[in-house]
C-alpha cells in the first residue's frame, strides 16, 4: 500500500532538500523538477511586478505566474504518489503475469502524465519569463533570466521522465510528440532570453 505523500509545499525548504537526498525513491527528479518551475514562477511573478513601469499587462502576467506557480507545486507530490504507485505495481504478486504487467503499463502510464504536467507550465512560465527579459524592467533581468533557466531545468528534467516511463510502459501515443512540441518552444524562449542578452552586451 502506497504510504500518504506528505505536502511538499508545507515543509521547510531544507527538510525538503534532505528528503531528496535521503535514502528514499520519492520526492525525486519529478518533484524537483515541479519545484524548479515554482521557484521560476515565483521570480516570473516579482519581475512583473516590478514592471508596471515597462509593460501594460505587468500585472496580468503576475498573476498568471501565481496561476502556474499553484498548479505545478501540488504535482510535486502528485510525481512522489504517481512514483509510489509504480513501485506497487511492480510489488505485485507473479502468480497472475498479466495482471501484474497491466498494473505496471497503467501505473507507467500515470507516472508520465505528471511530469508532462510539469513541463506544459514550465513552457509557459519560460515564455513568460522570456518576455520579462526582452521588455520588462531591466533592473529585474537578471531574475527573470534566472526564471527562464530554472523552467527550462524543469522543462527538460519533466521531458525526460516522460520519455522514459512512456518507454518502460511501451505506450504508443503522442506524449512523446507532445514533449518534443515543448522542448522547441523552450527553445525559442532561450533564444529571446539569449537574444536579448546579447545586445545588452554589445
Given at each position: 500500500?502506497?504510504?500518504?505523500?506528505?505536502?511538499?509545499?508545507?515543509?521547510?525548504?531544507?527538510?525538503?532538500?534532505?528528503?531528496?537526498?535521503?535514502?528514499e525513491p520519492a520526492p525525486g527528479g519529478g518533484a524537483s523538477a515541479a519545484v524548479a518551475v515554482a521557484l521560476a514562477?515565483?521570480?516570473?511573478?516579482?519581475?512583473?511586478?516590478?514592471?508596471?513601469?515597462?509593460?501594460?499587462?505587468?500585472?496580468t502576467i503576475a498573476d498568471r505566474a501565481e496561476e502556474l506557480r499553484n498548479r505545478v507545486m501540488p504535482l510535486a507530490?502528485?510525481?512522489?504518489?504517481?512514483?509510489?504507485?509504480?513501485?506497487?505495481?511492480?510489488?505485485?504478486?507473479r502468480d497472475d503475469d498479466e495482471k501484474r504487467r497491466r498494473r505496471i503499463r497503467e501505473a507507467l502510464s500515470e507516472?508520465?502524465?505528471?511530469?508532462?504536467?510539469?513541463?506544459?507550465?514550465?513552457?509557459?512560465?519560460?515564455?513568460?519569463?522570456?518576455?520579462?527579459?526582452?521588455?520588462?524592467?531591466?533592473?529585474?533581468?537578471?531574475?527573470?533570466?534566472?526564471?527562464?533557466?530554472?523552467?527550462?531545468?524543469?522543462?527538460?528534467?519533466?521531458?525526460?521522465?516522460?520519455?522514459?516511463?512512456?518507454?518502460?510502459?511501451?505506450?504508443?501515443?503522442?506524449?512523446?510528440?507532445?514533449?518534443?512540441?515543448?522542448?522547441?518552444?523552450?527553445?525559442?524562449?532561450?533564444?529571446?532570453?539569449?537574444?536579448?542578452?546579447?545586445?545588452?552586451?554589445?
Amino acid at each position: 500500500m502506497t504510504e500518504t505523500v506528505p505536502n511538499y509545499a508545507e515543509l521547510p525548504l531544507g527538510r525538503f532538500v534532505d528528503m531528496v537526498a535521503s535514502r528514499e525513491p520519492a520526492p525525486g527528479g519529478g518533484a524537483s523538477a515541479a519545484v524548479a518551475v515554482a521557484l521560476a514562477a515565483a521570480l516570473t511573478a516579482m519581475a512583473a511586478r516590478f514592471s508596471a513601469d515597462h509593460l501594460a499587462d505587468a500585472e496580468t502576467i503576475a498573476d498568471r505566474a501565481e496561476e502556474l506557480r499553484n498548479r505545478v507545486m501540488p504535482l510535486a507530490q502528485a510525481d512522489a504518489a504517481a512514483y509510489g504507485r509504480v513501485l506497487d505495481a511492480y510489488r505485485t504478486p507473479r502468480d497472475d503475469d498479466e495482471k501484474r504487467r497491466r498494473r505496471i503499463r497503467e501505473a507507467l502510464s500515470e507516472a508520465a502524465d505528471v511530469p508532462l504536467s510539469i513541463a506544459e507550465v514550465g513552457v509557459e512560465v519560460a515564455g513568460n519569463a522570456a518576455r520579462l527579459v526582452e521588455e520588462g524592467n531591466p533592473n529585474l533581468r537578471g531574475d527573470a533570466a534566472t526564471a527562464t533557466v530554472l523552467a527550462k531545468a524543469g522543462v527538460r528534467a519533466a521531458a525526460t521522465l516522460v520519455e522514459i516511463n512512456v518507454s518502460a510502459g511501451g505506450a504508443d501515443d503522442d506524449r512523446l510528440s507532445r514533449v518534443d512540441q515543448l522542448l522547441a518552444t523552450m527553445a525559442a524562449a532561450q533564444d529571446v532570453v539569449e537574444g536579448t542578452e546579447a545586445r545588452s552586451r554589445g
